[in-house]
């Protein structure tokens, strides 16, 4: 199937997606602030730059798009339609080094959770496995 918009609205259009303070993200470090936890944000020095960082916990949090990391909820099941080749690689290149980057920083010490996209839809069970990740 082709793409329905031109390769420059399509450039446009993926170009708008951000990497960092996504909703996601937000209603994470709120749930976050609710439980009284204070996090420095995005650590470049750590493998991954995980988007929340507890270092007193040795603890990291990152916050990972269904489809962008092939989480198994329907959102990270669902395939591209248009060049879907490139878009199945790429994704099985980002579960990699997600894996990758996880067991470096097991290998340091560090504690690793993951929150997907879909689990901040519903936020009093978001903040239940927060205050048990956390023992809060």
């Not at 395939?79 to 340091?108: E, H, P, T």
Request: with cysteine; hydrophobic share 35%.
């Amino acid at each position: 199937m082709t793409d329905i918009y031109s390769p420059e609205k399509r450039s446009a259009i993926m170009s708008r997606i951000r990497s960092r303070d996504t909703e996601p993200e937000k209603i994470v470090r709120a749930a976050l602030h609710r439980l009284g936890l204070r996090f420095r944000l995005v650590a470049s020095d750590l493998p991954g730059k995980p988007d929340i960082v507890f270092r007193s916990r040795r603890t990291v949090i990152f916050v990972n798009g269904c489809y962008w990391h092939g989480h198994s909820c329907a959102k990270g099941r669902s395939k591209a339609q248009a060049n879907a080749q490139f878009w199945s690689k790429k994704i099985a290149d980002n579960v990699s080094r997600d894996r990758r980057n996880y067991g470096l920083l097991m290998n340091q010490g560090w504690r690793v959770a993951v929150v997907w996209e879909c689990e901040t839809k519903d936020i009093n069970k978001l903040r239940s496995k927060l205050a048990e990740e956390f023992s809060v």
